[in-house]
C-alpha cells in the first residue's frame, strides 16, 4: 500500500501526476485505507520486531540448529534464490526501459556499482548512493548483518540471553543517537537504519522472553497497554508502538491457534514473495500501460487497483510454491 505511490511521479516516468505534490486522496479506496497509503513504511520496523520474536522461538526456544553453517544455509536458502531472480528480473526490465523509452523506473541507481551491492546482498548497508533494482530488499539486507549478532552471541553463547538482548538493544539506542549527533554524523557514513533493525530484532527476542515469563495474562496485557498509551502520549514513539502492539496481539494467540493457524501460516509465507514482488510487477505494469498508449488515470482507478493486488497475490503464490519452497529444500539438502 505504502509503495503504491511508486505508479506515480517522481517513481513513474511516464504519469503525469506528481504524487508529493497533489492530493494523495487520488489513490484508490483512499478513504479506507488512508493509514496504509501514509504510514505503511512502518511496515518494515513491524518486520523486524517480529523477525527478532519469530527468530527467538525457532532457535532459542526450540533450538532448531545444530551448527553455524547450519543456521547460514538456512537464511540463505531461504532469502537469496528469490532476491537473485527479482534482482535480474529487475535488470532486465530497467534496460529494456532505457533502450526503448530511455528512462529508469522507479528507481535510478541502476548502474553497474549498485549491482554488485544487489548481487552481495548488501544494498542497505549506507555503501549505496540511493535506493536501486528491486529497492525494498534493502531492509532484508539489513537483516543479514542482525543475523551475525543474534547467532555468536545469543545462539552460541545461551547463557543470559534475556540480559544481553536488553544489553544490546541499550548500547544500539545509544549508539544511534550518537551517530544522530552533529560531530559524528559529519565523520561517518553509516545507514541508520541499521540501528534500528538491531534495536526492533531484538526488541522481538526480549518480547519472547517476556512471553514465556509472564505467565498471568492480566498482567501481561495490562504491561501491553501501558506501552502503547506511553508511546502515544506526546511524540511519537515507534521503538515502545511496536512492541506494545505485538503484546497486546500475544493475548490473542490461543485463539488463533485454534481459529486462524492455517490462513496465518498461508499468508506468512507468502510475505517474503509480496515484498520483492511487488515493485517488478509495478514496473511491468507501467512498461504495459505506456506500451499500449493507455491513460496513466487508470492507476487512480479501484479496478486497476484490485488487479494490482491480485496480481502481487497469485504471483506470490506460485513463487513460493514452485520456487521459493523448492530452492530452499534443494539447497538444504545439498549442503
Same mark, same amino acid.
Given at each position: ?6 505508479f506515480y511521479l ?14 494523495k486522496t487520488i ?62 528480473? /529487475?535488470?532486465?526490465?530497467? $534496460? ?48 543479514? $548483518? ?23 538493544? =541499550?548500547?544500539? /539506542? ?35 522472553f517476556l512471553n ?23 511524540? =511519537? ?7 506494545? /502492539? ?5 493475548? =490473542? ?83
Open positions: 500500500m505504502w509503495h503504491y505511490q511508486q517522481p517513481y513513474n516516468f511516464f504519469s503525469e501526476t506528481e504524487i508529493f505534490f497533489n492530493d489513490q484508490p479506496f483512499f478513504k479506507y485505507i488512508k493509514l496504509l497509503y501514509t504510514h505503511g513504511n512502518y511496515g518494515v520496523d513491524f518486520f523486524f520486531i517480529i523477525s527478532g520474536y519469530v527468530f527467538a522461538h525457532v532457535y532459542l526456544i526450540k533450538k532448531k540448529i545444530t551448527s553455524g553453517k547450519e543456521f547460514f544455509i538456512n537464511r540463505f536458502a531461504r532469502l537469496y534464490p528469490l532476491h537473485l531472480l527479482t534482482l535480474l528480473i /529487475v535488470l532486465f526490465l530497467q $534496460i529494456y526501459s532505457q533502450n526503448f523509452f530511455n528512462t529508469s523506473l522507479v528507481h535510478t541507481n541502476n548502474d553497474l556499482y549498485h549491482f554488485i551491492l544487489n548481487f552481495f546482498f548488501i544494498s542497505g548497508w549506507g555503501l549505496e548512493k540511493g535506493p536501486s533494482f528491486n529497492g525494498p530488499i534493502w531492509s532484508v539486507s539489513l537483516e543479514i $548483518i542482525i543475523y551475525f549478532f543474534f547467532f555468536f552471541l545469543l545462539i552460541k553463547s545461551k547463557n543470559f540471553m534475556l540480559l544481553k538482548s536488553i544489553i544490546i538493544v =541499550f548500547l544500539l /539506542v545509544l549508539l544511534r543517537k550518537t551517530t544522530n549527533s552533529n560531530f559524528l554524523s559529519n565523520q561517518i557514513s553509516f545507514n541508520i537504519n541499521i540501528f534500528n533493525c538491531g534495536i526492533l530484532f531484538f526488541t522481538g527476542v526480549i518480547v519472547h514465556k515469563k509472564i505467565t498471568n495474562r492480566k498482567v501481561f496485557i495490562t504491561f501491553g497497554l501501558i506501552l502503547l498509551i506511553f508511546s502515544l502520549i506526546g511524540n =511519537f514513539k515507534i521503538l515502545i508502538f511496536l512492541p506494545s /502492539v505485538i503484546i497486546i496481539f500475544l493475548n =490473542f494467540e490461543n485463539l488463533i491457534n485454534k481459529k486462524l493457524r492455517s490462513l496465518f501460516n498461508f499468508l506468512g509465507n507468502l510475505t517474503y514473495g509480496m515484498y520483492l514482488w511487488h515493485l517488478p510487477l509495478q514496473i511491468i505494469l507501467m512498461l504495459l500501460i505506456k506500451s499500449n498508449n493507455l491513460s496513466f488515470d487508470l492507476i487512480n482507478s479501484k479496478f486497476f487497483f484490485i488487479c494490482y493486488l491480485a496480481l502481487v497475490f497469485s504471483v506470490s503464490i506460485i513463487s513460493y510454491y514452485y520456487f521459493e519452497k523448492k530452492f530452499r529444500e534443494r539447497l538444504r539438502f545439498k549442503y
